[in-house]
């Protein structure tokens, strides 16, 4: 990890790529999973990634540091000079920072939240959809739209007008045994719960649907909720004029995500901050 460079590319055009990453008990949750997404990326934009031994390692003790949080870690092409051109050899330059754990109510994982729909629009760029690169301003200009504390997410549609995703967080709804969740192809962020929920959940008796849905869909869901690896799995309560019950999937699928130590202890959560 070294010093940043005015000069830097990901500071001056968004070049490089970044995760987030849950800490509980001083251990990186589902550090397998974002060093796989990381190295998606890296492959797609063709950068050269510090080798894995490396940044685990960094990882790993910065998290003890930590002991509950959350670490961004950074990697960018490094510094390449004026243009866009690339440099021919890139030097990355990678930076590990920690967090606090964000000030979330319990109750956003125990009664749900409630969600707007966004009216900015994700463009469609399938050489960069599905990878966390750094130019976010879809998801900085879709998250101004709002300021009350009553709503906690926003969803975004692509220029067609399927749901996508949230600004922050991957969307999924259920009938029955059944879950579905947008196809990220052509715009969005695979997150990685979203990833390991859609590897899984079929082995724990959900059938996992994955396509381009319009907002209508919403209206006819049994269930909505929202994933990310900080927020683990948070229930919807309410989308626009649609109310959601509590329902059973959801709860089912919350106690997998802890079982398999891929979302915070209820025990932490309720610890530090109450409903």
Known sequence: MTELSLFDRGLHYGDGLFETIAVDAGQPLC???????????????NIPLPD?????????T???????????????????GRGYAPPLEAHPVWHCLSYPWPAYPASHWLQGVV?????LRLAVQPALAGIKHLNRLEQVLA??????PRIQEGIVLDSAGYVREGTMSN???????????????????????RDLLIQYAPTWGYRVHVGDYPL???????????????????????????RYPLGSVVRALQDQLRAQAWMMRDVEIARNYTA
């Open 31 to 45: 550090w397998s999973a974002h060093w796989q997404r990381l190295h998606r990326g890296a492959d797609r934009l």
């Open 52 to 60: 894995y031994a490396t940044l685990t390692a960094e990882v790993q």
């Open 62 to 80: 910065q998290a003890r540091a930590l002991h509950y949080g959350v670490l961004k870690l950074l990697v960018t092409r490094g510094v390449g």
């Open 115 to 119: 969600v707007r729909v966004c009216d």
């Open 143 to 148: 998250r101004q739209e709002w300021h009350t």
């Open 171 to 193: 969307i999924f709804w259920c009938r029955g045994q059944d879950l579905f969740t947008p196809e990220l192809t052509t715009c969005g962020v695979a997150g990685v719960i």
């Open 216 to 242: 209508t869909e919403l209206a006819t869901a049994e269930a909505v909720f929202l994933t990310n690896s900080v927020i683990g799995l948070w229930p919807v309560r309410q989308v626009q004029q649609w």
